[in-house]
């Protein structure tokens, strides 16, 4: 059974830092591309980055770029969001998401059930 | 950047009784790269139909997609008492960042 687990979110004060994970299970780790989705509260869903499944490849919604990273670890079968300079806009429920394919550019088939991101002073 | 609209925001429905939910793209979906997801609270989102039509595995037959270019129909033809929900459309049909629909809740009548 493919699963994910995220972890690490939390609550940080606006121009911190918070790196959450995303511990996938199941599934051969280095074949698929893994995105990051959050939905702030009373919100709809956002897309937040991804990553194509050697890595190589990386892919940031605007409001994000330069601030976020999106990274993984073969070796853990972890994918990893590192967020900086945060905002408070940036809270929200953060999901990791399996895609169907090696790169981004296709469905997500697996969701995790989130991790909170509050960012509050 | 496609923007995603879904509609109605809230559909009341008895069991038994069949569901209509729309999402609408502005502009075209390329090669129909559209999926529905269906999102209950406290577990994770789960897959329905993607590439517009394409039934997941696993998911019981009710469920259908259909729909090209701009407009696109999630119908569950007879309603279980499991299927009320929030549903969302996504489209990845284009460069990221993908966009979302706002989303649909079903509600009991």
């Known amino acids: 059974e493919v699963q994910l687990l995220e972890s690490g979110g939390g609550l940080v004060a606006p121009g911190g830092s918070l790196r959450i994970s995303c511990e996938t299970s199941?599934?051969?780790?280095?074949?698929?591309?893994m995105t990051w989705v959050r939905q702030a509260p009373g919100k709809g869903l956002e897309w937040v980055a991804g990553?194509?499944?050697?890595?190589?490849?990386?892919y940031y919604t605007d409001s994000v770029k330069g601030r976020f990273t999106v990274s993984r670890d073969t070796s853990k079968t972890t994918v990893y969001l590192h967020m900086k300079n945060l905002r408070v806009e940036d809270t929200a429920l953060y999901y990791c998401?399996?895609?169907?394919?090696?790169?981004?550019?296709?469905?997500?088939?697996?969701w995790g059930k989130g991790t909170p991101v509050t960012v509050s002073s | 950047e496609i923007v995603l609209t879904q509609s109605p925001g809230t559909l009341s429905l008895s069991p038994g009784e069949r569901a209509t939910l729309s999402c609408r793209a502005s502009p075209t979906i390329n090669n129909n790269y559209l999926a529905w997801y269906q999102m209950k609270p406290g577990q994770a989102p789960r897959l329905l139909i993607f590439d517009a039509s394409i039934r997941a595995t696993g998911v019981p037959d009710r469920f259908s997609g259909s729909g090209s270019g701009t407009d696109f129909t999630l119908t569950i033809s007879r309603l279980e008492p499991e299927d009320f929900a929030v549903y969302f459309c996504h489209q990845y049909g284009t460069s990221p960042p993908f966009s979302f629909g706002q989303g649909t809740k079903l509600e009991i009548k």
């Open positions: 199941g599934f051969n780790f280095y074949t698929y591309a």
């Open positions: 990553i194509s499944s050697s890595g190589r490849d990386t």
């Open positions: 998401t399996k895609t169907a394919a090696a790169m981004v550019y296709y469905h997500v088939d697996v």
